[in-house]
């Protein structure tokens, strides 16, 4: 009975963490997109008002806006950070595609999941505790328990900007 604990514990963390990296992923691709957009936008309104020679006031605040929008971009890394999170999330697939037709492993087989997991977490950057526990509450429906925690409306909308260190940590299931 304890071998399919820990093999429902394991399964339940790593389809959880491809959750996880999937939100973030998909987080740091619009965000990558949309600077992308505004400064094709705000190039465009420049050049529109290089043309038309009106005191380039417009042209300025949009090379401005431009350079702001591409610089939180390079020092946030998003095109970075969206490809590492992709990485770590297919590593958790590999991973689950490992236990899901494994339902009776041996304990040596129980190590060598835990060894895996933990070498994919080397990689893993700081995790942002109200994106997990909303990944957490994902799984928790797609596996029929009732979701485990409540999230403000504030804490839902900061989940990707504030780490909120003071929520709980994982949560496990058991069978």
């Known amino acids: 009975m304890e071998v399919n604990n820990q093999r429902w514990n394991d399964l339940w963390y790593v389809q959880r963490s491809i959750r996880y990296h999937a939100r973030r992923r998909a987080f740091f691709d619009r965000w990558h997109r ?3 957009g505004l400064s094709l936008i705000f190039a465009s309104a420049a050049a529109a008002d290089l043309l038309h020679v009106s005191g380039h006031r417009v042209a300025l605040v949009a090379a401005f806006v431009i350079a702001v929008l591409s610089a939180a971009d390079l020092v946030v890394g998003t ?3 969206a ?3 992709d990485d770590l999330r297919r590593r ?6 490992r236990i899901l037709p494994d339902e009776d492993p041996s304990p040596e087989t129980l190590a060598a999941w835990c060894d895996e ?3 994919i977490e080397c990689d893993e950057p700081p995790i942002y505790r109200a994106i997990d526990l909303l990944c957490e509450n994902e799984q928790a429906i797609a596996t029929n328990y ?3 925690a409540r999230l403000t409306p504030f804490q839902r909308l900061t989940a990707h900007w ?4 003071n929520l709980p940590r ?3 299931r058991t069978t």
């Not at 958790?92 to 595609?97: A, G, K």
């Open 34 to 36: 949309l600077t992308a």
């Open 170 to 172: 994982r949560l496990h």
């Open 79 to 81: 095109a970075e950070m």
């Open 92 to 97: 958790f697939i590999i991973l689950e595609s």
């Open 117 to 119: 997991r933990l070498s």
């Open 83 to 85: 490809r590492k999170h």
């Open 162 to 165: 504030m780490r909120w260190e």
């Open 146 to 148: 009732p979701p485990p």
